[in-house]
């Protein structure tokens, strides 16, 4: 069974950074892509990031470029998302999420099939 758990979300002022954490188990991780979303009060979960199974490819949502970083440690099964100059509009949860059968990029939720349990990012202004 695959489980995902996020870490190192909170409260931080604009400007500010924040690494979050997605410790993943339950099956090979360097084989899938993975990604991270977010979900703001009223609105609908928004692509963040993403990254393929060996970390060669990487893709950011225009919100987002150049201000954070995604990776992953495939020795430690862990993924990550490195944040800087945060502003008030990251406010959101974040997940983590991985895709059972394919390696390619995706920027849409529903091609993800594993997600984790989210982490509270809140960006004071």
């Known amino acids: 069974q695959v489980q995902l758990v996020e870490s190192g979300g909170g409260l931080v002022q604009a400007g500010g950074s924040l690494r979050l954490s997605c410790a993943a188990s339950g099956r090979t991780f360097s084989t899938y892509a993975m990604g991270w979303f977010r979900q703001a009060p009223g609105k609908e979960r928004e692509f963040v990031a993403a990254i393929t199974g060996k970390g060669g490819s990487t893709s950011y949502a225009d919100s987002v470029k150049g201000r954070s970083t995604i990776s992953r440690d495939n020795a430690k099964n862990t993924m990550y998302l490195q944040m800087n100059r945060l502003k008030h509009e990251d406010t959101a949860v974040y997940y983590c999420?991985?895709?059972?059968?394919?390696?390619?990029?995706?920027?849409?939720?529903?091609?993800?099939?594993?997600w984790g349990q989210g982490t509270q990012v809140t960006v004071s202004s």
């Open positions: 999420a991985e895709r059972r059968v394919s390696d390619s990029i995706s920027y849409r939720s529903k091609d993800y099939d594993y």
